[in-house]
């Protein structure tokens, strides 16, 4: 069965049918089927279902409603979505937008962050560092930032996109489907004695090991000595494909050593497991390993982050991350379509490292410049991730007004982006 894990917190797929009863008396209303089932989930498998209050579930109508009624105050992610989309996406990568990460840098210019190959954008030739200058001819720099988030929300736009070699273009671009593509780039710096790998990992999906196992085996062929891992933006996915990044990176210096444990509430204390650096024929042996992260970096990039520190000379560049140390189990009902994720389980590293709710930081602070292109040198994060690796310093890395604040990311790629860190076992029916 895949593990999948997500922003720090991993969801585990149970058929409809394995989630207890509600023992509490229902009131004499109606109860909407998608709030009954999400409530049971909920009562069955939330982390902090002790502190839930008591609700009358005929007053919702929606399951996020009755959510945000009993939610943990620490918890920003438990949600629900169709089963079909989850399916799509946490399997297959498959799933519907732009196609692109949207920031607005400290000059409110309006920012491609990320493309993905296959997606409405990604087909246009659309790529990191261009500039949104104009959206259905209104010039971005007279909109707010609430205008332009429902411009987005359009199905269709009119762009003006400025390249990063100063060139102006116009497109009329309609979203559509994306299949993710979760190697954004990939490069091999060598400098003086030192190969150092470089990769932009945007999402751990079940779809993401072809494409991590592909980038690894150039990196393990080439010999690398270094690694520059960026999970900027990389807010979650799947325990498998988590897995399988770690044995990459760590498996040849520790192999079988435990890099995080899932602990779960008391009803299902025997779901709990450890999980352990395996070796595969492409892990590589590393010196060193720089983590660029930032506020958007979350779930399974920070369990895979807090489990590599124990074991791996590793150090951070960017910005705190998240702050995602729990994970989701995900109740599917085939019939009503819905797939219920609520916080489910915490995340341990071996050293006892958990409850990183305030995100884990960083040792050097740098700017996310998103001007230029992946792998281009005046990015502050590579540069200084470089030369950490070359010199033992980060140097001196001058500040940008392109620079993109962590608040300031506004589009996450897809209109379902992954913002958790997901496990599944018993998973809803078709979900292999």
């Known amino acids: 069965m895949n593990r999948i894990l997500h922003t720090a917190f991993i969801l585990l797929l149970l058929i409809a049918n394995g989630c207890k009863k509600d023992t509490q008396p229902i009131t004499s209303g109606t109860i909407d089927p998608s709030v009954k089932f999400t409530a049971d989930t909920f009562k069955d498998l939330y982390l902090w279902y002790k502190d839930m209050p008591a609700v009358d579930l005929t007053t919702f109508k929606l399951p996020s409603q009755y959510i945000t009624s009993v939610k943990n105050a620490k918890d920003r992610w438990s949600f629900t979505m ?32 990320y493309s993905y190959d296959n997606s409405a954008m990604g087909k246009a030739g659309i790529q990191r560092g261009w500039q949104i200058k104009a959206i259905n001819s209104k010039l971005v720099s007279a909109m707010t930032t609430s205008e332009i988030n429902s411009t987005i929300a359009n199905t269709t736009n009119s762009f003006t996109f400025i390249k990063n070699d ?18 954004l780039y990939s490069k091999i710096y060598e ?5 150092i790998g470089y990769l932009v990992f945007n999402e751990f999906l079940g779809s993401s090991i072809k494409e991590l196992n592909s980038t690894f085996n150039n990196f393990s062929t080439a010999g690398i000595t270094d690694m520059v891992l960026d999970l900027r933006y990389n807010g979650g996915g799947t325990l498998d494909c988590a897995d399988s990044l770690v044995a990459m990176l760590a498996g040849k210096g520790h192999k079988d050593m435990i890099y995080n444990t899932l ?28 983590i660029i992260t930032s506020k958007s970096t979350a779930s399974a990039s920070e369990l895979v982050i807090a489990g590599l520190i124990p074991y791996e000379n590793i150090k951070l560049i960017g910005a705190a991350t ?20 609520p916080i ?39 540069t ?28 996450k790629g897809s209109d379902n982006p992954i913002e958790n860190l997901y496990q599944m076992k018993n998973i809803i029916p078709n979900f292999k």
Not at 170 to 179: F, M, P, R, S, W
Not at 191 to 195: D, G, L, R, V, Y
Not at 322 to 341: E, Q, R, S, W, Y
Not at 345 to 362: H, K, L, M, W
Request: charged share 15%.
């Open 82 to 113: 169709t089963y079909t989309d989850m399916v799509n996406l946490l399997q297959n990568g498959v799933t519907s937008g732009w196609g692109v990460g949207l920031g607005l840098d400290a000059q409110n210019s309006l920012r491609i962050l």
């Open 166 to 183: 100063a060139s102006e273009i116009n497109l009329q671009i309609t979203k559509g489907a994306i299949v993710i593509n979760s190697v």
């Open 191 to 195: 400098i003086a004695s030192k190969k």
């Open 263 to 290: 602990v779960y509430n008391d009803k299902h204390s025997n779901l709990g497991f450890s999980s352990t650096i395996k070796l595969k024929s492409n892990s590589v042996l590393l010196n060193n390993i720089v």
């Open 322 to 341: 998240h702050g995602k140390p729990v994970g989701m189990n995900i109740a599917g009902d085939t019939k009503l379509n819905i797939a219920v994720a």
């Open 344 to 382: 489910s389980f915490r995340n341990i590293n071996s050293q006892g490292y958990t409850d990183y709710f305030e995100g884990i930081p960083v040792n050097f602070v740098a700017q996310d410049n998103a001007s230029q292109g992946w792998g281009d040198q005046s990015d502050a994060c590579l």
């Open 384 to 411: 200084a991730a470089i030369n950490y690796i070359s010199t033992g310093t980060i140097g001196y890395i001058p500040t940008t007004k392109s620079a993109i604040p962590p608040q300031k990311v506004i589009y």
